[in-house]
């Protein structure tokens, strides 16, 4: 497998902005979200980018590593296909789940069409490492997993997010992308410590890093990546840069583009934070350095080496046990203990015992997630443990994402059905979960509609044609979905 190297500089590639990209003068490298590029047409704008020399790299946002099933051998396959046709050195997905329910669970499989966290527990983190080998093993390159953003924390979490990080890179070795404005984002959230979080974290295993945008309303901070970076979001990219350098920055913008020269602007801000930080971590090494020298070199560090020793453990950070084994290389942070092993997980029943089989953790993880995200996007009761505020905020984000979404994959809607467009969808989906991709979702929002009833002015005639034309021809199946679709037509078509 090809090693990814140093990227550099880069930005996300988005068809909206495609042009303004390949005009920008010192972009290193781009991303793709791997979902929206077919690897048999390639958008001109990205095939001219590689013709330049410019890396490719695609992102994966609908996987689901954090989910209890086993990753999708399709959408694996899918994202292989990116890696190959762009001549990618990695790929990268996220650290999240994205769908619940199903056969273990007994219950309807639900999609969030969202990011949403896993639990930091010891159940999810041996699922999540056996999903990352998986993946890693049907990949043709490496496999780099990004920290996300969230609303919500879970109830009786065992590990921070570091101490989670660190134990996933040390069992599978796979690599990180590291998102300096989720960590702002689940500071503002949960509380949680940035700083801390990359004490703890294996810096070393980092592929690049993400910078983006994002507000702050009542107390929640939204990661929109449609506002310009925040300052507190350089700074956390600063303190990571003081560490380590980062094989490559990225900045990352998805709504509301501004013109090139904001976001060159903001590229130069990202450029400028990391050359700070860069020099001011050299010249403390040089202190350091000097100041340890001079102390050698006194008469008293002559007479008594035991006293130079001292000096030297003053100046120097105190550094944990080498246990590195395989690449990346990483040190074990102050809050582990060294000599852990990847039995810790089994908990009390112990390896090898019916509670600690994969099949019953990963059971465990399924009721624990089906639960919550039916209750963010069906509407049933809120699991134990949980602040029902920010559910009920995550919710509402759910479902104005999802509304937004489908009016992208399907514009004729909102154009037909202009300012009702919106509260009949949120209405919609109050009551009717997404269980499919957006593009279903767009064409069962037409057929509620049309089954229904349409706001009071809205074109029955124009939403009509639209969904016959796309919904396609009955299926000859006798399954249950193919009857409905059947008669669902044969409604229509009289009407």
């Given amino acids: 497998m090809r090693e990814p190297g140093r990227l550099g500089t880069g930005i996300g590639w988005r068809p909206e902005i495609a042009e303004a990209v390949e005009n920008m003068a010192g972009i290193d490298w781009v991303e793709a979200v791997a979902e929206n590029v077919c690897p048999g047409h ?13 890396t490719v790299v695609p992102h994966g946002v609908s996987l689901g590593l954090g989910g209890a099933d086993r990753p999708d051998e399709a959408r694996l396959t899918a994202l292989a296909e990116r890696a190959e ?32 966290p896993v639990p930091r527990t010891r159940d999810a983190l041996y699922v999540l490492c056996e999903n990352v080998r998986a993946a890693q ?37 796979v690599r990180l992308l590291i998102d300096v404005a989720n960590l702002h984002t689940n500071h ?14 294996p810096v070393e295993a980092i592929a690049y890093v993400h910078v983006a945008g994002g507000f702050e309303r009542d107390g929640v901070w939204h990661d929109s990546h449609a506002h310009p970076v925040a300052r507190p979001v350089l700074d956390i990219l600063a303190d990571l840069a003081s560490r380590v350098t980062p094989p490559g920055v990225l900045l990352e913008r998805d709504e509301n583009f501004p013109g090139p020269a904001e976001l060159e602007r903001e590229l130069t801000s990202i450029r400028e934070t990391l050359e700070t930080a860069e020099a001011a971590a050299r010249a403390t090494e ?13 008469p008293a560090a002559v007479a008594s080496p035991v006293a130079a020793g001292k000096a ?33 997980p089994d908990g009390p029943a112990g390896p090898g015992s019916r509670a600690g089989t994969d099949d019953a953790r990963r059971q465990r993880v399924a009721l624990a997630q089906a639960a919550l995200l039916s209750a963010l996007v069906a509407g049933t009761p809120a699991p134990e443990g949980f602040d029902r505020v920010r559910l009920g905020v995550q919710a509402r984000a759910l479902a104005a994402k999802r509304a937004d979404v489908v009016a992208k994959v399907a514009p004729e809607l909102p154009e037909i059905l202009a300012d009702r467009y919106r509260p009949a969808f949120l209405a919609y989906a109050q009551r009717r979960p997404m269980t499919g991709g957006y593009r ?44 409905l679709a059947r008669a669902t037509r044969r409604v229509l078509l009289r009407r």
């Fill in 42 to 54: 390639l958008p001109e704008s990205l095939l001219r980018l590689r013709e330049r020399g410019i």
């Fill in 85 to 116: 046709a762009l001549g990618s050195p990695l790929v990268t997905e996220h650290i999240a789940f994205v769908r619940a329910g199903g056969p273990l669970t007994a219950s309807p499989l639900l999609e969030a069409g969202h990011l949403l």
């Fill in 137 to 173: 093993a049907a990949l043709p390159v490496p496999l780099a997993v990004e920290n996300i953003a969230a609303l919500i924390s879970w109830p009786g979490e065992e590990m921070t997010e570091g101490q989670f990080l660190y134990d996933l890179v040390d069992r599978t070795g």
């Fill in 188 to 201: 503002v959230n949960r509380g949680e410590d940035p700083a801390k979080a990359l004490d703890e974290l």
């Fill in 286 to 298: 040089r202190s350091t350095a000097a100041l340890v020298g001079c102390r050698a070199s006194s």
């Fill in 312 to 344: 030297a453990a003053e100046t120097e950070p105190a550094r944990s046990p080498d246990t590195s084994s395989t690449a990346p290389a990483i040190t074990t942070p102050a809050s582990r203990t060294p000599g852990d092993t990847e039995a810790a």
């Fill in 440 to 483: 279903r979702d767009a064409l069962d929002f037409a057929e509620h509609l049309l089954l229904t009833g349409l706001p009071e002015g809205a074109d029955t005639r124009r939403l009509r044609g639209w969904w016959l034309e796309r919904s396609g021809p009955a299926p000859l199946s006798g399954r249950p979905a193919a009857r």
